[in-house]
């Protein structure tokens, strides 16, 4: 790559005072920053560009030399080093502006499996959970030192920017210092109450309100209830994933509660009212002369919360049951039953089907 005039790459005219040449650099550093433009393969020897530029033009010693002599004149310039005294004079003039470095430590989320009664689930509860987490040393407020930040020290090995530059040919690549985790400082004496670690477990404590209508694997996020931040960092959030268990008689298809009712015969033939389970307790239903099974009666507004706290509908299906185990005389009446019974509209119409002579 051929090498442009310096002023020529800041864009600025050779009489430009050292105000106007820290603005251009720092307009075309941001411009051609490797971290801003990690899909362009030409960002990197242009931010190297752009950075020597400025090295020079700033320096009143350099620039004049330059200015005499051109490149000749200019001592320890080219494109054959790393970028990372270029990267540092990048932190220098703008500051640590894309978060490389990370002194605080985030509170990890934690997660909760809370089991809920049908009932529970459909209506809304408030249930108090206990878990083993973590809470901050109080010995060190969550530094790990001994004297909590008094006792922390600058990171010997990435001189307090927690991270190390690895050279790699004419390309400098950062690396969280692994000595620090990348904090930038350690402390001097670990703390003897949480070795170190700014934390101690503790068994935990929370309130959680379950609204009405949730359903089986529903989670409910409460932000700040998750583990501590050490050194400043925000505290996790808490994830309760909620676990229906299954009711021996009620199940739901969306907003509906479906039940199925079993009836007898005689029920289904001459009609009844019946003493039908809804979520918010019992409720009557007519079931009519000449009821078939798998019939399905809706009661409205008894079924399950949904958008808006509208309720939905309840389903009741009615099974008619068999008759099993009879004896002689119950045998007998069934049987008399049975001949009225095959008189019935839906049966005279299937024999009539299936034994009509075929065309």
């Avoid at 990197?44 to 400025?54: D, G, I, T």
């Avoid at 609204?211 to 989670?219: H, I, L, R, V």
């Avoid at 009620?250 to 009836?263: A, K, Y």
Wanted: glycine share 14%; proline share 6%.
């Amino acid at each position: 790559m051929k090498r442009r005039d310096y002023y020529d790459v800041l864009g600025i005219q050779r009489d430009a005072d050292a105000a106007a040449i820290k603005r251009a650099y720092r307009e075309q550093a941001l411009k051609f920053h490797p971290d801003q433009n990690p899909d362009d393969p030409d960002a990197e020897s242009r931010f190297k560009e752009v950075s020597e530029a400025y090295t020079v033009l700033s320096d009143p010693d350099k620039r004049a030399r330059y200015d005499r002599r051109g490149f000749d004149g200019v001592d320890g310039a080219g494109f054959g080093m790393d970028l990372t005294p270029f990267t540092e004079l990048f932190e220098s003039v703008f500051g640590d502006l894309f978060g490389r470095k990370k002194p605080k430590v985030n509170g990890r989320d934690l997660r909760y499996t809370l089991e809920l009664s049908f009932v529970e689930a459909a209506l809304g509860v408030k249930r108090t959970i206990h878990f083993p987490g973590k809470i901050l040393c109080k010995a060190c407020v969550g530094w790990g030192a001994e004297g909590g930040e008094a006792g922390m020290a600058t990171c010997a090995t990435c001189g307090g920017k927690g991270e190390v530059r690895i050279a790699q040919g004419f390309v400098g690549l950062s690396k969280k210092c692994a000595t620090c985790a990348g904090a930038g400082r350690v402390p001097q004496k670990a703390c003897s109450e949480c070795k170190g670690q700014g934390l101690v477990d503790a068994e935990r404590e929370f309130d959680v309100v379950i609204p009405a209508g949730t359903e089986d694997g529903a989670t409910r996020r409460v932000a700040g209830q998750g583990e501590p931040g050490r050194r400043g960092g925000p505290v996790g959030d808490l994830h309760v994933i909620v676990r229906v268990l299954p009711h021996p008689v009620f199940r739901r298809e969306g907003e509906v509660l479906v039940c199925d009712v079993p009836i007898s015969v005689v029920q289904a033939a001459l009609g009844t009212t019946l003493d039908v389970p809804t979520i918010d307790g019992h409720v009557e239903m007519k079931v009519p002369p000449g009821t078939q099974t798998g019939l399905v009666f809706r009661l409205r507004g008894k079924g399950l919360p949904g958008k808006g706290g509208l309720r939905g509908d309840a389903h009741v299906r009615v099974v008619v049951e068999t008759p099993v185990g009879l004896d002689e005389r119950q045998r007998k009446l069934l049987g008399e039953l049975g001949l009225v019974a095959e008189q019935g509209p839906a049966q005279v119409a299937f024999r009539a089907l299936v034994t009509a002579p075929k065309a």
